[in-house]
C-alpha cells in the first residue's frame, strides 16, 4: 500500500517535475509475469527512479543496514527502503550469496518484477565494469527473461557521497527481454553462467553507451580509495599537481585484467 502511496503521490509526481525522466522501451516490460530488470549501477537514486518510473512494481534486494537503524531516523529510513520496494538482504557471511538467490527466487516464482545489479555495487567512475553471475543463475532456476536496463544522468544528479541531489535529466532505457531457454538445466555450469552475464553486460554497454572494464568494481573501489588515501598533499603554489588518482590505479588494473576497457564478449549463438 505504502508503495504505490509514494510512487503515485508523495514521491513520484515530485520525481517527475523536478527531474523530468525520460523513460524509453517501457513496452518491453511484461504486463504481467516474471522477470528479471538487470541494470548498471552508476547512483544511489537508481533504486528511487527505476521502480517509481515503471508502471510494475519492481523490487530491488538492498543491504540490510538501511533497515536496522535505531530511533526515529532508523524506522524512516527502513519505511522508505520498503515503501521504494526493497527487501533486506544480509550481505555478510558465506551465506550471502545464497541468502540472495533464494529471496530472489522466492519474488520470481510469485510473478514479480525483480531488480538486480550484475555489478555488485555502484560504478566507481562511470564506467561499467564486471558483472557477477548471479543474475544468470536465477535466470536459469527461475526460467525468466532478462530485460537490460540502462540508468542514464544519475550519477551527475546524485553523484557518490552525496545526500543532496542537484538538478538535472535522468533516462532510463529498457532494452527488449533476453531469453536464455537456449541453456535450460545447465545452471551449474560455470562457463555457461559466465558467458549468459557477458550476454547481459554486452546489452548494458550498448544501452548506456559507458565504457567496459572487466574487472569487478568492488575491487576497483577499493583500488581508488586506496590511492586517495595516499595522495600527497598539494604543494605550494607552482608545484608540480599531483598524479590523478584513476590514472594510478588503472596500471594495477591492467596487471589483474590485460583486456581492461574491451567490450565483453558479443551474445554466442544458440546451440544447436
Known sequence: MFYWLLKGILLGPFLRAIFRPEVTGEENVPVEGAAILASNHLSFSDSIFLPLMLRRRVTFLAKSDYFTGRGLKGRLKAGFFKGVGQLPLDRTGGGSSGAALATGLRLLRSAQLL???????????????????????????ARVPVLPVAMIGTDKVQPIGKVVPHLGRVRIVVGPPLDFSRYEGMEDDRFVLRSITDEIMYELMLLSGQEYVDVYAAPMKERLAAARRHRPAAGPPGAPAAP???????SSAAAVAPV???????PHAAPE
Open 115 to 141: 531488480g538486480i545489479y550484475p555489478e555488485g555495487t555502484r560504478s566507481p567512475d562511470g564506467r561499467l565494469y564486471r558483472g557477477k553471475t548471479g543474475v544468470a543463475r536465477m535466470a536459469l532456476e
Open 244 to 250: 590523478d588518482d584513476r590514472a594510478d590505479v588503472a
Open 260 to 266: 581492461e576497457g574491451a567490450p565483453p564478449a558479443p
